[in-house]
């Protein structure tokens, strides 16, 4: 039985994510209330959407003047930290790197610990990779905060490796893997209309404009994009350009809790990136763990990570180069290969009862657990 309200401990999560599709975040906050825990999510407004009223834990989500840029992120913690310094609370984790500076200082103030879940590794994503004094700053803000915080949590094995390399933390593993579903997708056979499916951002390097030039070697075939991103409006332009209003289609952001039926429409998922620094390459996304419970199997880019995992649990196909008429074969030979289907159809259960959130955050025992 839970403690009563007054009695919990009470845990803050910090973040700049959009919490209507961040489904990271809500199983945070699940465990945690679970657990027995007061779970208070502090975020950003984001226009468009509201949270679905059935989610766990408080939330508190701040109207900003601005939604990008240095003074964005000022604005950010400066709030974040102003709750923080008026209100009671035993523990804070930090969603990334950029409300990491608010939840320290704030528990620095207070003296309790603060923790970090770390979706990526902030200095070397993509959208810095060309902007060398942004970069330095972000990376000085990891080298100076990462030795100070009480312990951290992030998505793959390559990056847990680079935060002990480059800053001499250790931090646990814990892979963005979907809670156990109740019942799986079973693998679809492919009909005459097969369909493509990507979730996720719409950002850089997501390898959504080669998918998008390779549906015109694709005629029979669809593209189903389930997001909104940076790159969205130029995507949108390059679909007009190529003529391919019918085949791809945008479905815009949806709250993950709406992804699986239109998953339940498509024959094969998409989990492409470029070489845009080491946060891509050592990526895990969640697609990779959420498309076999959807009954997808995968065409990915063989990075490490992500290629030791396909090859592991056998998911799909796994591609050096993202070229449209090489990707337009992947596509085709994973939608018509009927051998390889029939490994699918075997191979997709194992890794859901392999890999699945219910095994995989035992780890945050050590964020309940702790004191100072």
């Known amino acids: 039985m839970k403690q009563a309200s007054s009695m919990r401990k ?18 945070l906050v699940h465990y945690f209330d679970s657990e027995g825990m007061e779970v208070f999510v502090l975020g950003r407004n984001w226009p468009g959407g509201a949270l679905p009223a059935h989610r766990k834990g408080q939330h508190r ?49 207070k003296r309790r610990p603060v923790f970090m879940d770390s979706h990526e590794f902030f200095s070397e994503s993509p959208e810095l990779q060309h902007r060398p004094a942004v970069k330095k700053i972000w990376r000085s803000l990891e080298a100076f905060l990462l030795p100070r915080i ?66 015109t070697l694709l005629p029979e075939y669809s593209l189903r994009i389930a997001g909104s991103g940076d790159e ?18 945008f479905l815009g952001r949806l709250p993950f809790e709406a992804l699986s039926a239109e998953a339940a429409q498509a024959h094969v998922g998409l989990c492409l990136l470029e070489n845009m620094g080491l946060n891509y390459y050592h990526s895990l ?20 990570d992500m290629g030791k995992l396909v090859r592991q ?24 290969d009927g051998a390889l289907r029939l490994l699918w159809q075997e191979a997709l259960p194992r890794i859901v009862a392999d890999l699945n959130w219910e095994k995989e955050a035992k780890v945050l025992t050590k964020l309940l657990n702790y004191s100072k």
């Open 232 to 249: 969205e409006e130029e995507l949108r332009d390059l679909v007009k350009a190529l003529k391919l209003e019918k085949q791809v289609v």
């Open 285 to 304: 996304p969640n697609r990779l763990f959420d498309y076999p419970a959807l009954g997808l199997p995968i065409i990915a880019t063989n990075f490490p």
């Open 61 to 109: 989500r701040f109207k900003l003047w601005v939604n990008k840029g240095p003074l964005f992120y000022a604005l950010l913690n400066l709030r974040l930290f102003f709750w923080l310094s008026v209100h009671r609370f035993d523990k804070v984790l930090a969603v990334d790197l950029d409300t990491l500076p608010a939840a320290w200082l704030g528990a620095r103030l």
């Open 150 to 215: 009480d312990g951290g949590f992030t998505v793959s094995p390559g990056i847990v490796d680079l935060y002990q390399t480059l800053f001499g933390v250790q931090f646990e593993l814990l892979r963005n893997v979907p809670r156990r579903p109740t019942e799986l997708l079973p693998l679809r056979e492919v009909g005459a209309d097969p369909v493509v499916y990507y979730q996720g951002a719409l950002n850089v390097g997501r390898g959504l404009k080669e998918a998008i030039r390779a549906m």
């Open 313 to 336: 649990y056998n998911t799909g196909l796994l591609l050096d180069s993202m070229a449209p008429e090489v990707l337009a074969a992947a596509i085709r030979r994973a939608c018509e």
């Open 10 to 27: 009470r845990l803050v999560i910090t973040v700049s994510n959009n919490l209507v599709t961040d489904n990271r975040v809500a199983k």
